[in-house]
């Protein structure tokens, strides 16, 4: 009796390993158009220093509220359009906000693609996985000191959930730190890259540069501010 119980649990969970199996991947496939659908906000300070760190959070609200004023993106194409064409501004922004603090060290501003750990936010959670983000590095301390992140597009720093165009990634972003969630973060742990890919980062009127020859064409030089370089397509 003990063979047959044993034999019938196992014909059942095979029975199920399908179901499981495509489940699994329906989770990944949210995942991957989660990270696609989203453009993150990174700042990284000088140090970890009382000064540094308020200047970092000084920045942060400078650019947020610059957001706030001038983006008016609809998808996350147009925030990633966006983003690129005022990267000059936005280091100008950081530029002033540091200069008003006594502070004069270099600020770099990027799009980049790079990994993200799982991270929590007052409105919901992001898995783990490689995202798109604008960053900006405050002073050349290689090792920075305590970052800031949170999410430009579609807004999750500051609205509530249900921002995605899609149920599906509201439900993952919103719905509650379940397996489903554990799925795609385990997956993005395993198989992610680490490196981090410049898209885009701004320069000076000589350094202008476009790895692909497209970035003038695409995104033009915003009047009155340096000139900024695609290092890849976006």
């Not at 936005?90 to 799009?111: H, K, M, N, W, Y």
């Not at 695409?218 to 009155?224: L, S, V």
């Amino acid at each position: 009796m003990a063979l047959g119980c044993a034999v019938l649990s196992l014909a059942l969970l095979l029975s199920a390993l399908p179901a499981a199996l495509r489940w699994g991947q329906a989770q990944l496939d949210t995942g991957a158009l989660l990270c696609a659908d989203t453009l993150r906000f990174h700042i990284r300070a000088d140090s970890d220093s009382p000064a540094d760190q308020t200047a970092k959070l000084a920045v942060r609200d400078a650019v947020l509220a610059y957001a706030d004023v001038h983006c008016t993106a609809q998808d996350k194409p147009a925030a990633l359009r966006w983003a690129a064409e005022n990267l000059p501004a936005l280091e100008l922004t950081a530029r002033a906000v540091l200069a008003g603090r006594g502070i004069f060290s270099t600020v770099t501003v990027q799009l980049v693609e790079m990994y993200f750990d799982t991270t929590r936010y007052s409105t919901g959670i992001l898995p783990a996985g490689r995202y798109q983000a604008l960053r900006i590095d405050l002073g050349g301390n290689a090792r920075h000191g305590k970052n800031w992140w949170c999410v430009l597009y579609p807004g999750l720093c500051r609205s509530a959930c249900g921002t995605y165009a899609l149920p599906e990634e509201n439900d993952l972003v919103c719905g509650g730190y379940v397996v489903r969630f554990k799925c795609v973060e385990w997956w993005q742990r395993v198989t992610a890259s680490r490196e981090d890919k410049v898209l885009v980062e701004t320069a000076s009127p000589s350094q202008a540069r476009s790895k692909d020859g497209e970035g003038k064409k695409r995104y033009g030089t915003p009047p009155h501010c340096a000139a900024y370089a695609v290092v890849e397509g976006v």
